[in-house]
């Protein structure tokens, strides 16, 4: 893909094009989710360069879950934001989501999970989750590599996020979750080859 001529400074000119070829999401009812204008933001001071973000609302159905996933996961690769960490990052973003829309709203259509993507091109990518439920405390939550719980259907979205991100941490109770990832060493622009 070329990118057009635009201003060293001009972010938000680099976020609107990229957004711009996105697909549009397929397979999710009318209405599933909302798409917020895309920004870049210079407000935030970061050395390495752009600051990109998209924001996205989803209503709390499972149909909603991969076509957003699929839509944030193009913006995130496009924005070569964690190269070589895109499989981790998806990985946790859907757990993520499916988390909030099944034990955090309970599957209501009525509520809507709240999705935050910050692209930092050859840094990092940081998301943010969020759900319209009361929370739920971490330290209740059984630990799924226990002989007992091996053969279970479900109980590792949150193991799975802390295992494959870099940062992960939990607010409002646990009703957010805020996750960071950075590109593999190999593909980090600073990164010293092995060998």
Known sequence: MDLPDIPPYDNTGLARFLLSHLPKAEGGPEGVRERHKPTSSNAISHSAGPVLRIEQSIRSEIAAISPCVDELMLFIKKCRCAPGSEID???????????????????????HVYVGCCCMPNQEVTIVVRDEGKGFSR?????????????????????????????????????????????????????????
């Open 139 to 195: 330290t209740e939550l059984p630990n799924p590599t226990n002989a007992e719980r091996l053969e279970s259907t479900h109980g590792r979205g949150v193991y799975l996020m802390t295992t494959l991100m870099d940062e992960v941490h939990f607010d409002r109770g646990g009703a957010e979750v805020n996750m960071r990832k950075r590109p593999t060493k190999g593909n980090h622009p600073g990164a010293k080859p092995l060998w």
């Open 89 to 111: 990052v998806e990985i946790s973003l859907r757990e993520a989501l499916a988390n909030a829309v099944v034990h955090g709203n309970h599957e209501d259509r009525h509520k």
